[in-house]
């Protein structure tokens, strides 16, 4: 362990970026990778690498056929909007991002209803409440099409058995079923399953690489061919067809090839910078609620206010909240965590 300097910054040294694994900045290798990228004009379907990452994504996760878009928000958009139409509604978690953090898309966008029902503690939607929200045939209702859910949600895998039964639900209740999977690679690395044991429980997953995995963008949808030739179109339609794509694409190649079973070390670090946390009586970190690379904290405002200046001045960056969500990535490792917590305890017991 390398001895923490517990001063505040007086010369340069690496940040230490907290906030979400979004944050992280393409390696050489990863540029190397897209400076070489073979591309094409990808509306015209004429680009490799964007062919390749389609092919090898939908493969992985068990589906015809896969779309690259520039985002996840852009991936849940056309998906909700493939698989509903004008007047229809989706069923969702009231905190979920295809509720809550997409700006609305689905519904401004696609003229799609969202009937958004609370999370439970484990992340799952109630089916049960789920099937007292299906609104009946009748001229009053939007008409409920769509199921979505979310893996990982909060940090939190969703329970294997809770798939197949969400998956048989969906079915008997003549439902689609979409998953928000923009971190399904943290949930099957932490379930020590292949990602396709989550995926093929669903019509559609969209899946990001610009998160855990590193890429500097991208997400893919995952589904039929049916599908995702509808949301290619949609795609078209919100500005998502990109031209020479390929360059992004071969960041996504490289990230699935290098930077999937190494989430398990964030894990682990999410794990160590948890276990630490938990000394300082003045924060309260829940049990169980660390599972994968996110650790959430609750203490007084005045505390996390005071603690997230603290620590900006010592080249860490958190964001502070009512909740404060903590989230490891490629560019922290165990030493930097050593560095968050002795700079904590700066704070608690300096
Ligand atoms: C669970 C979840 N879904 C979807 C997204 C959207 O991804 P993007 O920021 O690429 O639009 C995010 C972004 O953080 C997310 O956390």
């Known amino acids: ?31 190397q990778a897209m400076a070489e990228a073979a591309v094409g004009d990808d509306v015209y379907r004429d680009d490799p690498t964007v062919l390749e990452l389609e092919a090898r994504v939908a493969g992985m996760l068990g589906f015809a056929a896969a779309l690259f878009t520039t985002s996840g ?23 979920a991002h295809t509720y809550r953090y997409e700006a609305g898309g689905a519904a401004v966008l ?60 969906a079915r008997e209740k003549n439902l689609r079923i ?11 690395v932490s379930q020590k399953v292949a990602a396709r044991e989550i995926s093929h429980h669903f019509d559609s997953v969209a899946v990001c690489l610009s998160k855990g995995l590193g890429a500097p963008v991208g997400s893919l949808l995952c ?18 067809g990109l031209r020479q794509a390929g360059i992004l694409a071969a960041a996504g190649l490289y990230a699935l090839d290098h930077n999937i079973e190494r989430l398990a070390d964030d894990h682990d670090n999410a794990a160590r910078l948890a276990a630490g946390l938990r000394r300082f009586p003045e924060l309260s970190i829940p049990e169980g609620a660390q599972q994968t690379n996110m650790v959430f904290v609750h203490t007084s405002e005045a505390t996390i206010a005071a603690l997230t200046t603290f620590l900006e001045a010592r080249g860490i960056i958190i964001r ?21 917590l002795a700079a904590c305890t700066a704070f608690f017991q300096g």
């Open 223 to 240: 589904g039929s061919d049916e599908l995702i030739e509808q949301a290619r179109r949609w795609r078209k339609m919100v500005g998502g």
């Open 178 to 188: 979409h998953l928000d999977g923009a971190r399904l690679f943290n949930a099957a």
């Open 110 to 169: 696609g003229s799609i209803q969202p009937q958004p029902i609370e999370f439970e503690a484990d992340s799952t939607l109630d089916l049960d409440k789920v099937a007292a929200k299906i609104k009946p045939d009748d001229i009053h209702f939007a008409r409920t099409r769509l199921l979505c859910l979310e893996d990982t949600q909060n940090g939190r895998p969703l329970p294997l058995p809770y798939l197949a039964q969400a998956a048989a639900f």
């Open 73 to 95: 928000t852009q991936a849940n958009l056309v998906g909700i909007m493939s698989h509903c139409a004008r007047g229809d509604e989706y069923i969702v978690g009231q905190t």
């Open 1 to 31: 362990m390398t001895t923490p300097d517990l001063t505040a910054d007086t010369e340069e040294r690496k940040t230490i970026d907290l906030r979400s694994d979004t944050v992280t900045r393409p390696g050489a290798a990863m540029r």
């Open 320 to 340: 502070g909240g009512a909740t404060t969500r903590l989230v490891t990535h490629l560019d922290v490792n165990a030493d930097d965590i050593d560095r968050v």
